[in-house]
C-alpha cells in the first residue's frame, strides 16, 4: 500500500452511517415506503462485508489457491442462485443460471491465469473472480428473463415454427438472439464510455494505493475485456440450456406458468 493512503477507520465507516441516513429521511419524506429496506440494506450489507472480510483473511493466510478457486465456486453457485430467480418460471432456471455462470467464469478466469495475464496469489483470484462472476450473474439473469418473457408472449409465434417443421432450436432462435443482445448490450455500452462518464472499480482501486495511472489503466482494460468475455460466454451458455428445457423430447413446447 502506498505512503500516506488514508483508509477510513471504524469512526469513519460509522459516520458515513449519516449518508444512509440521509437517503432513509428522503425515502420517507416522499412517502416511497422504502425507509425500512433501506435500512435493512445498509445493516445487511455492512455485516456481510465484515463477514466476507474475516472470512477472505483466513483464505489469503491459510488455504492458498485451492481455497481462493473454492470461494470462486461458492460465489459461483450463489450467483447462480440469484440469476435463475430473475428467471422463475423457466424449466430448470437455476440450474440454467448457474451452468452459465460456471461456464463464463471458468474460461475467463481460467485463461486468464493460464495466459499468466493475472497472479495467482488468492488475494488477486478472488476479487479478479468475483467481478468475473458478477458480470455473468447479471448477463444471466437478464437473459433468462427475456427468455422466459418471449416463451409466453411470442408461443403462437414458436409453435407455428414448429407446424411448419422447423427443430425447436430454429423455431425458438430469433427469441435467443433477443435474449442475448439484451444481455449483452449493459456490458457494451459500459465498455463504450468507461473512463469517460466514470473511473471504473478496479483501476479507481489501484490508483487510490498509489499505482500510477497506467499501470491501473492496462489493468483495468484487461477487466473490461474479461468482463464481455464472461458476459457473452454466460448468457450463451445460460440461454443454450433453458432453451433445451423448454421443449420436451417430441420438441414441443412446454407450458409455462403464469
Known amino acids: 500500500m502506498a505512503e500516506g493512503l488514508s483508509v477510513p477507520d471504524w469512526t469513519g465507516v460509522s459516520a458515513s452511517l449519516l449518508l444512509v441516513a440521509l437517503a432513509a429521511f428522503i425515502a420517507y419524506r416522499q412517502h416511497l415506503n422504502l425507509t425500512r429496506e433501506l435500512v435493512i440494506a445498509a445493516i445487511r450489507a455492512g455485516v456481510q462485508l465484515i463477514a466476507v472480510g474475516a472470512i477472505l483473511l483466513i483464505v489469503f493466510r491459510h488455504t492458498a489457491l485451492p481455497g481462493a478457486f473454492a470461494w470462486v ?21 437455476r440450474r440454467s443460471a448457474t451452468i452459465g455462470v460456471a461456464v463464463g467464469a471458468t474460461i475467463t478466469l481460467g485463461a486468464l491465469v493460464l495466459l499468466g495475464v493475472i497472479s495467482t496469489e488468492p488475494r488477486v483470484v478472488v476479487p479478479v473472480g468475483g467481478m468475473v462472476v458478477s458480470g455473468a450473474m447479471q448477463a444471466t439473469g437478464i437473459a433468462l428473463r427475456r427468455i422466459r418473457e418471449d416463451a409466453r408472449q411470442a408461443r403462437p409465434a414458436i409453435e407455428a415454427r414448429l407446424c411448419l417443421g422447423l427443430p425447436a432450436r430454429q423455431a425458438f432462435l430469433p427469441h435467443r438472439q433477443s435474449a442475448l443482445r439484451t444481455a449483452l448490450v449493459p456490458a457494451i455500452d459500459s465498455t463504450k464510455v468507461v473512463g469517460l462518464i466514470s473511473l471504473p472499480g478496479a483501476m479507481t482501486g489501484l490508483i487510490l494505493a498509489g499505482v500510477d495511472p497506467l499501470t491501473a489503466i ?14 457473452a460466454l454466460a448468457a450463451l451458455a445460460a440461454s443454450r440450456v433453458a432453451e433445451r428445457a423448454l421443449f420436451d423430447e417430441a420438441q414441443r413446447l412446454v407450458p409455462l406458468p403464469d
Open 73 to 93: 465456486i461458492l460465489m459461483v453457485i450463489i450467483a447462480g442462485q440469484v440469476a435463475g430467480r430473475r428467471g422463475a418460471g423457466l424449466p430448470q432456471a
Open 218 to 231: 492496462r489493468y483495468q482494460i484487461v477487466v473490461m475485456y474479461m468482463l464481455l468475455a464472461a458476459t
